[in-house]
């Protein structure tokens, strides 16, 4: 250990060392040591970690799966925990929280409410959901430092506060950083963003959560997970040609649809993950959020170790080296589900539009287009984004840029391309990328998430306007990119969204179709090709990153009583200990209903701080089965129509509290808790549905709210619009114990229905407190 120091204070000494001390510094596995000297707390030993499995394996007398072995590592008290997958909730310490800006601002809000004056688990704050793409990287960036300033300095001065290390806007999207930074096998993170699986590539267990659930794990207390399933994904063969990590989820997606990975840890494993790359490992966990999971990840390999070697940190791949047997699953362990790909099979895909789990191979998609009546001209190709945006990605995308330059040949589509950090973006333009993928038509967007999440200022069509773009995203919702319902997104590899707009149309296959040179020539698109890391050392371009002071005593966080984007935290009332009587339906959802029509992004991210003023976007992307139309719904009290907000602020200002009915997989998409936040502070009780996506249900029970589904879907048709609903036996509410409904009609008939719930001993203590945090205080 005195070596050990003598060597972190020389790298400091050296200077260049110091840039990532604080992120290598964490893993002497030899004993429980801070991140860094500039964090607080604690990381989980490897000792520790096998300790944990060891006992667990005893107990349940069987191998175990890599998701077991991470999981049940990090459990509060193996010996004693109940552990029954699908079924058990466990406690779990985790080592790391990370927070995007958008979510960050709710999940800072609430931890001060807190009253603590710590955080008692490294935390990192990354800024990369509030900069809009209007014109390119370096004019967008300084219009979101100008436009956002008050947010931002919330955001760093509460950081400097709290002991929470701050990444600046500009740094890069939160995921590519937690994997160039923070991600180790082994380790258990949580994240404030649906996307956090991406650090499963590099055989992390991250997991995407609500702000409450990172402000207990900051504030120390153990977190709750339910004990996920685990769906295995054997991997055969070898990937090549056109045929990118990409492909592996957009074909597992098409199998298991966007639910039918909820409640479950996808898990690759098979002779075939050799072939994949480290940030292609991400890629595919990274998307398994459109398929419900948990979240998803790869045993350690070579790949993964190359990976940290390059990053800075040979530490900890060579400590990952000596506890390999506890970071890659237990020969003979069960998954609840297997399937098998071989990728020496597996064709490019596309995926969509308007749902990311409609695949087709690319070879197929242009007489699906056609069939369907889809625009088959490609308006705008965009690749980067928090999925595919590495080094990798970006190699073989200007590898094909190339071939058309040399051609005479420049993109048919607008075309976009967005770096995942500022290592990233400088070591492309070090290396040549960024200036052939300009000068194929391209602009190098900030490095953010922009178009991903809706943050684009489009100017090429009107609003309304039917229209295609393909994306190397992950979600393709409608309305997601750039707020229009008639633009259909598909998302595909980045090699495939460049063949495609240099093509300018979707029924272009570029394994099979030719291309017209300059000079009349016809040819062919060769394959891709890109190395996985650079030869030379990745350039880590500007340091972005603010060390929380070690003392913060004269810190001041302000936030203004007049501020529009932030506002200070009021607890939420309690239990009066009734029942929940005549609750008045607000709106009966039809369809889908995702994150994105509960609360929408876009223009409405500048409101993430303020719970009041973002509840002015709640549900209006939701179709109401009453007359088929969005942000239009019936006031009982008045007769009028009016947008969903309007009617739900009038009833709570009248005294009536209300519900929300909805389908299958309600709350689908991003884990954005403000989808649960406005129900609440607007006078919402009860959302009743078929089914829940996982992150949707937890922060509806972190809030107060009762989340309940039908225990007989087909109760979903009894409801009418303009109905009353009355929950029955919230005296003796316990697990496992349904709940009865009672369905008032208008025309004085009643229907009584059985709803189920998923609440768990303490979780009933939430809804009493009327939401965590105030049950937290409670125990204070």
């Known amino acids: 250990d005195l070596v050990f120091t003598l060597l972190v204070l020389l790298s400091l000494v050296l200077g260049e060392g110091a840039r990532r001390l604080h992120v290598s510094a964490a893993f002497n596995a030899k004993a429980k040591v801070a991140m860094s000297r500039f964090e607080p707390g604690t990381s989980i030993s490897y000792e520790k970690l096998h300790e944990n499995i060891d006992i667990v394996r005893k107990r349940l007398n069987r191998p175990l799966t890599l998701s077991e072995k991470i999981v049940y590592g990090h459990l509060d008290d193996p010996v004693g925990q109940d552990i029954a997958r699908g079924r058990t909730y466990l406690r779990l310490r985790p080592d790391r929280?990370?927070?995007?800006?958008?979510?960050?601002?709710?999940?800072?809000?609430?931890?001060?409410?807190?009253?603590?004056?710590?955080?008692?688990?490294?935390?990192?704050?990354?800024c990369d959901h509030l900069i809009e793409a209007q014109i390119g990287g370096v004019e967008d960036l300084k219009r979101a430092k100008e436009v956002n300033q008050e947010v931002y300095n919330f955001l760093a001065t509460a950081g400097a506060k709290y002991g929470v290390g701050f990444w600046k806007p500009g740094s890069g999207i939160i995921h590519q950083i937690i994997l160039e930074n923070y991600a180790y096998p082994g380790v258990l993170l949580i994240g404030t963003d649906s996307h956090t699986p991406n650090g499963g590539g590099l055989g992390s267990i991250c997991i995407g959560v609500g702000g409450a659930?990172?402000?207990?794990?900051?504030?120390?207390?153990?977190?709750?997970?339910?004990?996920?399933?685990?769906?295995?994904?054997?991997?055969?063969?070898?990937?090549?040609?056109?045929?990118?990590?990409?492909?592996?989820?957009?074909?597992?997606?098409?199998?298991?649809?966007?639910?039918?990975?909820?409640?479950?840890?996808?898990?690759?494993?098979?002779?075939?993950?050799?072939s994949i790359s480290c940030t292609g490992m991400a890629t595919i966990c990274n998307m398994g959020a459109e398929i419900g999971a948990t979240t998803s990840v790869f045993p350690y390999n070579h790949r993964m170790k190359t990976y940290l070697?390059?990053?800075?940190?040979?530490?900890?791949?060579?400590?990952?080296?000596?506890?390999?047997?506890?970071?890659?699953?237990?020969?003979?362990?069960?998954?609840?589900?297997?399937?098998?790909?071989?990728?020496?099979?597996?064709?490019?895909?596309?995926?969509?539009?308007?749902?990311?789990?409609?695949?087709?191979?690319?070879?197929?998609?242009?007489?699906?287009?056609?069939?369907?009546?889809?625009?088959?001209?490609?308006k705008v190709g965009l690749i980067g984004s928090c999925t595919n945006s590495s080094y990798e990605d970006m190699g073989r995308a200007a590898s094909l840029a190339k071939q058309a330059l040399d051609k005479g040949l420049k993109c048919?589509?607008?075309?976009?391309?967005?770096?995942?950090?500022?290592?990233?973006?400088?070591?492309?333009?070090?290396?040549?990328?960024?200036?052939?993928?300009?000068?194929?038509?391209?602009?190098?967007?900030?490095?953010?998430?922009?178009?991903?999440?809706?943050?684009?200022?489009?100017?090429?069509?009107?609003?309304?306007?039917?229209?295609t773009i393909v994306t190397s995203y992950n979600r393709n919702f409608t309305s997601r990119n750039d707020a229009n319902p008639a633009t259909h997104a598909f998302v595909t590899s980045p090699e495939i969204v460049t063949a495609l707009a240099i093509a300018g149309t979707l029924k272009f296959d570029p394994e099979t179709d030719y291309l017209t040179a300059a000079n009349g020539e016809k040819f062919k698109l060769e394959p891709p090709n890109g190395d996985e890391l650079p030869a030379r050392d990745f350039d880590p371009g500007q340091d972005t990153y603010q060390h929380p002071p070690a003392e913060s005593g004269s810190v001041m966080v302000d936030v203004s009583p007049t501020s529009t984007?932030?506002?200070?935290?009021?607890?939420?009332?309690?239990?009066?200990?009734?029942?929940?009587?005549?609750?008045?339906?607000?709106?009966?959802?039809?369809?889908?209903?995702?994150?994105?029509?509960?609360?929408?992004?876009?223009?409405?991210?500048?409101?993430?701080?303020?719970?009041?003023?973002?509840?002015?976007?709640?549900?209006?992307?939701?179709?109401?089965?009453?007359?088929?139309?969005?942000?239009k719904i019936k006031n009982r009290l008045?007769?009028?129509?009016?947008?969903?907000?309007?009617?739900?602020?009038?009833?709570?200002?009248?005294?009536?509290?209300w519900v929300v009915v909805g389908d299958d997989n309600y709350g689908e998409g991003s884990s954005r808790e403000h989808a649960a936040l406005e129900p609440r502070h607007l006078g919402g009780r009860v959302i009743l549905v078929k089914s829940f996506a996982r992150i949707h249900e937890t922060n509806l029970k972190k809030q107060g709210m009762l989340p309940l589904t039908f225990a007989d879907p087909t109760d979903y048709d009894k409801i009418r619009p303009d109905d009353k609903l009355s929950i029955m036996g919230l005296a003796t509410f316990a697990p496992g114990k349904p709940l009865k409904g009672v369905v008032k009609h208008g025309d004085g008939s009643q229907d009584i229905i059985t709803l189920n719930h998923t609440f768990n001993e303490n979780q009933v203590e939430w809804f009493h407190a009327g939401s965590a945090l105030n049950r937290m205080k409670e125990l204070q």
Not at 119 to 125: G, L, Q
Not at 565 to 590: A, C, H, S, Y
Not at 599 to 608: H, I, T, Y
């Open 97 to 126: 929280v990370a927070m995007q800006d958008a979510t960050a601002q709710m999940a800072m809000l609430q931890f001060i409410s807190s009253g603590l004056p710590k955080v008692a688990v490294p935390s990192t704050i990354h």
């Open 213 to 274: 659930d990172a402000v207990d794990v900051m504030a120390g207390i153990p977190w709750e997970l339910k004990c996920p399933n685990v769906i295995g994904v054997k991997l055969t063969g070898s990937l090549s040609g056109w045929t990118s990590p990409k492909d592996v989820i957009l074909k597992v997606a098409g199998i298991l649809t966007v639910k039918g990975g909820t409640g479950a840890i996808v898990e690759y494993h098979g002779p075939g993950v050799d």
């Open 309 to 378: 070697n390059k990053t800075g940190r040979a530490d900890i791949a060579a400590l990952a080296d000596e506890h390999k047997d506890d970071l890659v699953p237990d020969k003979g362990c069960k998954y609840d589900h297997v399937i098998e790909i071989n990728l020496s099979e597996l064709k490019p895909h596309i995926n969509g539009p308007f749902t990311p789990d409609l695949a087709h191979p690319v070879s197929e998609i242009g007489a699906v287009a056609e069939k369907n009546g889809w625009p088959l001209e490609v």
């Open 412 to 467: 048919k589509a607008a075309f976009t391309v967005t770096p995942g950090s500022e290592q990233i973006r400088a070591t492309i333009e070090r290396d040549g990328f960024s200036k052939i993928l300009r000068d194929v038509g391209g602009v190098v967007l900030a490095n953010a998430c922009g178009p991903c999440i809706g943050q684009w200022d489009r100017k090429d069509v009107k609003m309304g306007e039917k229209n």
């Open 565 to 631: 984007r932030l506002q200070l935290l009021e607890p939420f009332d309690k239990w009066n200990g009734k029942d929940l009587e005549d609750l008045q339906v607000l709106i009966k959802v039809k369809g889908k209903c995702t994150t994105d029509h509960i609360s929408a992004a876009g223009p409405w991210l500048k409101f993430r701080g303020h719970l009041d003023n973002i509840s002015n976007n709640m549900l209006i992307g939701a179709i109401n089965i009453e007359n088929d139309a969005v942000n």
């Open 638 to 657: 008045t007769g009028e129509y009016g947008g969903v907000p309007d009617v739900a602020r009038h009833y709570k200002a009248n005294g009536l509290s």
